[in-house]
């Protein structure tokens, strides 16, 4: 039993200190210092002092600030959680690992090459990292150390201990954070490169942070004991009592019945408090999505201190990477989440690219032969046309997926495949509405009151996007979280077991469809508006394909996958690829000395010419690392790894009891 | 409608229909066996044709300078035999290399390894040959003859009856032969047939081995009916031939073999729907022609939907 004894400081609390302290200081650090971070506060800080000076006034300086300071609160919490949630079931050693390949080796490749390049070339290093870990630990027979001692959360006691590890976690980070950063100061200020002005806010820094670091802290330990389930004791049938707390708090109705669907109890299991693999903790999720939410949402502020000149250029290439990631996400709604292969699924962005397409050029002026509305509301009626061309395409959806009801498997694929290339040719073949292999040129761009649309300032395109991907997501959530979206899992695991707990088969699929197609027709529908036209070379089988590489790359049926793997893949087939050249005319690239060597036996030969060759070799080599995915779904990575690595260590306290809820799919053997 | 022109068709779409069976024989006897969509089958088709031509070349073989007679069908043996030997080679490297490793992983894994391997593929043939269309030396002779007003050349008997023995062949080996009867018991259950001694690797590869073999020998038949290739040649047959082997019900060899010719002949047919521009109602916009490809996937959704396992699949009921 933990007595008051046992309050800091012990040996466990300081070797988990400086665990995680080390661990997460030298990211922070590396982006302070050696990237941008520092450049922002500066310029923030100067913006704040005089206005005018610098280039950051009005909106843009909020923005920024609000980054910085959303950004570092982030950061120290983060800390304090971790330390609670940490159950020392991972060695220092082996933490510090991960976090260098999860936080210095994205960093430094985006430093380098870009952010889209550089989170493309971590998709290709990471699948291999795991790949190596887990033979490397087959090797060496790998055996996780134990748990810290008495970590179990059941009492007053012991929430006060980790409570206290949290707190003073935060605090000693905000600390040696503050040291260091002092010292680079003052380092800067001798050598005569900072503003005197600035010394004002290192003294104020230098106090503020500590204590600032002490209530963070406490805030990660909050979050990281509200997210506290009672240990259950081994083997009795309790699992009915995960709801009823063993801590004896009052459990709603609410989350009694949430407790029983399988899901949540399966990752509500995995925020036991102390966690075995705390940096995967949903606690530990919900800090890194502030992160990357505030990242995105300042990005376009943030971007000229990060990556230098030449910010509009990338926002417009962010703006096309978008709306893949809303494609992968809708055709992962039908593959992820129903398991229905979908080879067709351009059919339907190509459905909601013409309907705005149509609509919003003088194409359909052209087919009445008079305008139907007045030109100078056109470009206003995009808002209405995103819903109802996603409606159209949803209607198609449904349509197209009536006749596959009835098969099974693969002649499902060929089906769907078959749509995918009907539709192409009727759009390219029906030239009176469609203007044929030309196209419809001049499409309106969205028109709001006080917002510049034109094609220079890709901005508002980054938002729009932005927000669409929102929508997207959060719609993801809420129908894989439904009523419906418990049944396309069900259906998915097992069509006969389904039908006959009383799911409705025909609807259930239909809807699949229907909701896999709604997206694509939001992402055409934005496509045409941002390329200004719709070409019908835009939406060939090869498409369809590379829409699935991205849902099956990032990880079936898994959101965060999903998104992460289209961005990967857009990045790796759009921008990498398309760089190699450019790359390879520079002497001081390595990139040179091997294009030389293969010139000297292929004259005339280019990177272009192989592009789709190391694409394959990359899709083949990603695959055969990381077979379920880059992020697979918690249910598919126990499915998947359920005898080896991270799971001997994933929560032992845990472990379903036969008849429980999540019984079936522990000891499913694929 | 001219009942001549429509037997023409048929005997066109015949010789083109049995080519693509040949290929479809590839996907059928794969997706029998292990359950995956080789999409790179037909780009093995279309390294096939490219090493039909590199062999003319080497031998020297030009429309003009090709020898007659017995030396002519000893020369083409040998390039027969070259292009199914290296296909086969080609097959059995990329099924040990990107399919044997995910023999356990989620099912679409391996598909999407597959789609890898056809883009590498045609970027080998795209590197190997250039982008523009190559043509074949038309080494054999064409002589045409009539059966009234039909007409058929001595290139159409050539196809079929090269696609007839390859297709008997195939029949007999997979019925009649110890490998071909292990090759079924791994398509049936692959664990049962492990644990009755069949070495389930080898006769997959062994699978892999025969299906490209046959679609290195379709390269020589394409090569010598049709006198060109290109690198996305791959892409565009192979759609069919996948097509094929569904609509006469995938891992049935005799019904890939009927989906084959069955789509050759669809295909021909629709040449014969008029522009509807130029008859002015009934038809299709831009003819027939332009829309064969989604005359071949709508036929194939009809039939999909009256019969969902293909013309010739079992109707196997929905075990629990």
């Known amino acids: 039993m933990p007595t008051a004894s046992m309050l800091l400081p012990t040996r466990d609390s300081r070797a988990l200190l400086i665990k995680w302290i080390v661990g997460l200081l030298v990211p922070v650090m590396v982006f302070t210092f050696v990237w941008s971070g520092e450049a922002i506060i ?7 002092i005089n206005p005018g000076s610098t280039a950051l006034q009005g909106p843009v300086l909020i923005e920024a600030a609000i980054f910085i300071v959303v950004f570092y609160a982030t950061v120290i919490a983060l800390t304090g959680y971790l330390v609670a949630a940490d159950s020392g079931r991972r060695r220092t050693i082996d933490l510090w690992i991960d976090i260098v390949v999860f936080t210095l080796v994205p960093l430094f490749l985006v430093i380098n090459f870009g952010l889209v390049v550089g989170a493309a070339l971590c998709a290709i290093i990471w699948p291999a990292y795991f790949f190596v870990r887990r033979r490397v630990r087959q090797a060496r027979h790998y055996t996780p150390p134990p748990p810290l001692k008495n970590l179990e959360v059941s009492d007053a006691e012991q929430r ?86 063993g801590v004896g708090r009052r459990v709603s109705k609410k989350r009694q019945l949430e407790s029983l669907s399988t899901t949540r109890a399966r990752e509500e299991a995995k925020d036991l408090v102390p966690n075995d693999l705390p940096l ?46 809303i494609l992968a996400l809708g055709l992962n709604i039908v593959v992820g989440f129903a398991g229905l292969l979908d080879l067709g699924y351009v059919a339907f962005f190509a459905i909601g690219s013409y309907a705005w397409g149509i609509i919003g050029s003088t194409q359909l002026t052209n087919v009445l032969g008079q305008a139907p509305v007045n030109p100078h509301i056109l470009s206003a009626l995009f808002w209405p046309m995103l819903i109802v061309g996603a409606l159209i395409a949803a209607f198609w959806g449904v349509l197209l997926g009536a006749p596959t009801l009835r098969l099974r498997g693969d002649y499902l694929a060929i089906v769907t495949l078959g749509f995918g290339e009907i539709v192409p040719i009727v759009f390219l073949e029906l030239d009176k509405y469609s203007n044929g292999p030309n196209g419809i040129v001049g499409v309106q761009s969205p028109s709001f009151p006080g917002v510049d649309w034109s094609v220079i300032t890709p901005v508002p395109y980054y938002y729009l996007i932005l927000a669409l991907i929102a929508f997207t997501i959060f719609a993801n959530v809420r129908l894989r979280d439904s009523r419906l979206g418990r049944a396309w899992i069900a259906i998915r695991e097992d069509e006969i077991a389904a039908a006959s707990s009383g799911v409705n088969l025909v609807n259930t699929k239909l809807f699949a469809f229907g909701a896999g197609a709604f997206f694509s027709g939001i992402a055409g529908a934005y496509h045409a508006a941002k390329l200004g036209g719709v070409s019908p070379d835009n939406f060939s089988f090869g498409d369809s394909v590379i829409f699935l590489a991205m849902v099956v790359i990032g990880g079936i049926g898994s959101i965060p996958g999903v998104i992460v793997g289209a961005l990967a893949v857009y990045a790796i087939n759009q921008l990498l690829l398309a760089q190699l050249d450019s790359l390879a005319t520079d002497p001081s690239n390595p990139l040179y000395a091997v294009h030389n060597a293969i010139v000297h036996f292929i004259p005339g030969f ?47 306290a845990l472990d379903v009891v036969p008849g429980a809820p999540g019984f079936e799919t522990e000891v499913r053997v694929e | 409608m001219n009942f001549t022109l429509l037997i023409q068709e048929l005997v066109i779409g015949i010789t083109t229909g049995a080519i693509y069976a040949l290929i479809a024989l590839g996907y059928t006897m794969v997706y029998g066996i292990i359950e995956l969509i080789n999409f790179a089958h037909g780009d093995i088709f279309m390294i096939g044709t490219f090493i039909c031509i590199t062999v003319f070349d080497q031998f020297g073989l030009t429309a003009s300078s090709a020898p007659r007679g017995f030396s002519l ?82 290139v159409d008997i050539l196809v079929l009856v090269v696609a007839v023995i390859l297709m008997v062949g195939l029949q007999w080996m997979v019925s009649y032969t110890r490998t071909g009867r292990a090759m079924r018991a791994v398509a049936q259950d692959r664990e049962a047939a492990a644990l009755m001694g069949v070495n389930v690797n080898r006769i997959i590869a062994i699978t892999f081995f025969i299906g490209a073999a046959l679609a290195g020998a379709a390269a020589l038949i394409w090569g010598l009916k049709y006198g060109n290739t290109n690198f996305t040649l791959g892409f565009t047959l192979g759609l069919f031939a996948f097509t094929a082997a569904v609509l006469g019900g995938i891992g049935n060899l005799v019904g890939a073999m009927l989906g084959g010719v069955l789509i050759g002949v669809i295909e021909a047919l629709a040449a014969l729907i008029p522009d509807s521009s130029a008859t002015g109602g009934f038809g299709l916009p831009h003819g027939g022609a332009a829309w064969h490809e989604a005359i071949i996937f709508v036929v194939l959704i009809l039939i999909l939907v009256f019969r969902p396992s293909g013309l010739l699949g079992q109707q196997t009921p929905e075990k629990v």
């Open chain 1, 160 to 245: 006060a201990i980790l409570m206290s590890r949290a707190t003073t976690a935060g605090f000693w980070f905000a600390f040696a954070f503050a040291v260091v950063w002092l010292i680079v100061d003052l380092i800067y200020f001798f050598v005569g490169q900072l503003p005197t002005v600035l010394l004002i806010w290192v003294v104020i820094r230098t106090i503020l942070l500590p204590i600032a670091g002490y209530f963070l802290g406490r805030l990660g330990g909050a979050v990281a004991l509200r997210r506290t389930l009672a240990a259950k004791s081994n083997g009795s049938k309790s699992d009915g009592n995960v709801a009823t707390n």
């Open chain 1, 42 to 48: 500066n310029n923030v800080l100067l913006g704040l």
């Open chain 1, 606 to 652: 280019t990177f272009d010419n192989i592009r789709n060759l190391i694409f394959g070799i990359i899709l083949v080599v990603i695959m055969i690392f990381r077979p379920e995915g880059l992020i697979p779904s918690a249910r598919r990575r126990r499915e998947f790894h359920a005898i080896e690595e991270d799971h001997e260590i994933e929560v032992g």
């Open chain 1, 280 to 325: 995967r903790s949903t606690g530990a999720q919900r800090f890194y999505l502030i992160l990357i939410v505030a990242f995105v949402l300042f990005y376009p502020v943030l971007d000229p201190f990060l990556f230098g000149s030449g910010t509009a250029g990338r926002l417009a290439g962010y703006g096309d990477a978008g709306y893949y990631v």
């Open chain 2, 73 to 154: 069908i000893g020369l083409l043996l040998l390039t027969l035999l070259i292009s199914m030997l290296i296909c086969a080679v080609l097959g059995v490297v990329i099924e040990r290399v990107a399919y044997r490793p995910l023999r356990n992983a989620p099912r679409l894994a391996p598909l999407i390894s597959a789609i890898g391997v056809s883009l590498i593929l045609e970027d080998v043939g795209k590197l190997w040959k250039g982008i523009t269309i190559v043509s074949f030396p038309q080494v054999f002779p064409q002589i045409t003859y009539y059966i009234g007003p039909v007409s058929f050349s001595s």
